[in-house]
């Protein structure tokens, strides 16, 4: 057993009574950094430095955003330059619409005839790709959280996708695939709802493939289709 678990006859362990000094001392030091004299229960001390603990808290240096504009720094950059360093860097955390990057470009107080250059450079080497991004967020959102086509457009107008490259997008997606995928989200839920009433898992069910985007005629075949074959829903 380590020195820190054993608990004394007068109280909490001895690291704690320790590090509860440490915050005592920290909170008695005086401006000019000295601490006053605090004892840590084994008699007075002076003279003490000051706690490590104490020192430099709520002075954390704050590093410089990499994207602000550099001319509030009195930098005078290429402006294209920089705008293309923000795509970059956003492009690199994660995929973005090219309206995505637009309103952060916008955000960053970048020149929209700058942005709209640097975009279109962006597109024409393939950095910038709608089509791939709508492509990949469908499967993503299918595969990750079970959306069918009516959540999945929703979604992708969220993220600043046309309407023609969406539907193309949502041209690819499997009726048949949708709908299995449908009966898996509801044999997942069925488990916690074991010995509910057929009505009340009926409501539950139908509402989360409704929240999920699906057809309200796929969701109910697969909904009765689920309740009619749980055990205790069947006849004996």
């Not at 006053?36 to 706690?51: C, E, I, L, M, Q």
């Not at 979604?155 to 009726?175: C, F, I, Q, S, W």
């Not at 074991?194 to 985007?213: C, D, I, S, Y």
């Amino acid at each position: 057993m380590g020195p820190s678990s054993i608990v004394g006859e007068d109280g909490p362990p001895a690291t704690d009574r320790r590090a509860g000094l440490d915050d005592l001392r920290a909170v008695l030091t005086d401006d000019s950094g000295d601490p006053r004299d605090v004892g840590d229960g084994r008699g007075p001390r002076s003279g003490r430095r000051g706690s490590r603990r104490g020192s430099g808290r709520g002075r954390r240096d704050v590093p410089p955003d990499p994207e602000a504009d550099p001319r509030s720094r009195g930098e005078e950059p290429d402006p294209h330059d920089w705008a293309r360093q923000i795509v970059l860097r956003q492009l690199t955390a994660a995929p973005r619409s090219r309206s995505q990057l637009a309103q952060t470009l916008r955000r960053k107080d970048c020149p929209d005839e700058v942005a709209t250059a640097v975009l279109d450079r962006m597109e024409e080497v393939g950095l910038v790709d709608d089509e791939a991004y709508a492509g990949m967020l469908v499967r993503s959102q299918q595969a990750g959280r079970g959306l069918a086509r009516r959540a999945l457009r929703q979604e992708l107008r969220r993220k600043g996708v046309d309407d023609e490259t969406a539907a193309a997008a949502l041209d690819e997606v499997d009726p048949h695939a949708e709908e299995e995928r449908a009966r898996g989200l509801v044999a997942r839920k069925m488990r916690s709802m074991h010995g509910l009433e057929a009505h009340v898992q009926t409501r539950r069910l139908a509402g989360m493939l409704a929240r999920k985007g699906y057809d309200a005629e796929v969701a109910m075949r697969v909904v009765r289709e689920a309740v009619r074959e749980a055990p205790e829903h069947r006849p004996d």
